[in-house]
Antibody
Framework: QVQLQESGPGLVKPSETLSLTCTVS????????WGWIRQPAGKGLEWIGR???????RYNPSLDSRVTMSMDTSRNQFSLKMTSVTAADTALYYC??????????WGRGTLVTVSS | QSVLTQPPSVSGAPGQRVTISCTGS?????????VHWYQQLPGAAPTLLIY???TRPSGVPDRFSGSKSGTSASLAITGLQATDEADYYC???????????FGGGTQLTVL
């Protein structure tokens, strides 16, 4: 059973960089696509982007200029970096496995608050 | 403003049937991209409920079913139970965006 666990700072200052890591167990990140989805409190889901082992990435155009995803196969982890954050980036961030069409495994989510 | 449109809320009595609609456009559902549904119980992460329009993952009761037609899709839940109270989200692919799109979510209340 694939399990995902997000980790990273829960508080980030405005204009700084948000960095999150997802550790995958029960499966190898060297197959499949992996990604990030976020959910502001009381609101819906927003796709952030996805990455494949080849290094191929695709980001939400609304976030594209600020987002970078990477993978570390030696640690079976993948990561998200988002620059120049504002209060609008405050949300619950989920790491997910992407089948190529749908999201079949989700982490529990990690809350990131942007505040000085 | 979500790319896919869902009703904010639906409700039904135990044992009844409810449906949740998901309306898209020619760049997503209307382009024959598959629709998937997720259930988010209170305080929990979303879980995959229906994939590829009408397929249930292992463990999902057959009370849940999905359908798609034209630029819309629907999730039907029969034999409503109190444990079905949750938020439900539809998801598809959008060719204009070049990635996944979600509905705004529908809160199901079991009366």
């Amino acid at each position: 059973q694939v399990q995902l666990q997000e980790s990273g700072p829960g508080l980030v200052k405005p204009s700084e960089t948000l960095s999150l890591t997802c550790t995958v167990s029960g499966g190898s990140i060297s197959s499949d696509y992996w990604g990030w989805i976020r959910q502001p409190a009381g609101k819906g889901l927003e796709w952030i982007g996805r990455i494949y082992i080849s290094g191929s990435t695709r980001y939400n155009p609304s976030l594209d200029s600020r987002v970078t995803m990477s993978m570390d196969t030696s640690r079976n982890q993948f990561s998200l970096k988002m620059t120049s954050v504002t209060a609008a980036d405050t949300a619950l961030y989920y790491c997910v496995r992407y089948s190529g069409s749908y999201y079949d495994y989700w982490g529990r989510g990690t809350l990131v608050t942007v505040s000085s | 403003q979500s790319v896919l449109t869902q009703p904010p809320s639906v409700s039904g009595a135990p044992g009844q049937r409810v449906t949740i609609s998901c309306t898209g456009s020619s760049s997503n559902i209307g382009s024959d991209f598959d629709v998937h549904w997720y259930q988010q119980l209170p305080g929990a992460a979303p879980t995959l409920l229906i994939y590829d329009n009408n397929t249930r993952p292992s463990g999902v009761p057959d009370r849940f079913s999905g359908s798609k037609s034209g630029t819309s899709a629907s999730l039907a839940i029969t034999g409503l139970q109190a444990t079905d109270e949750a938020d439900y989200y539809c998801q598809s692919y959008d060719s204009s965006l070049g990635g996944s799109v979600f509905g705004g979510g529908t809160q199901l209340t079991v009366l």
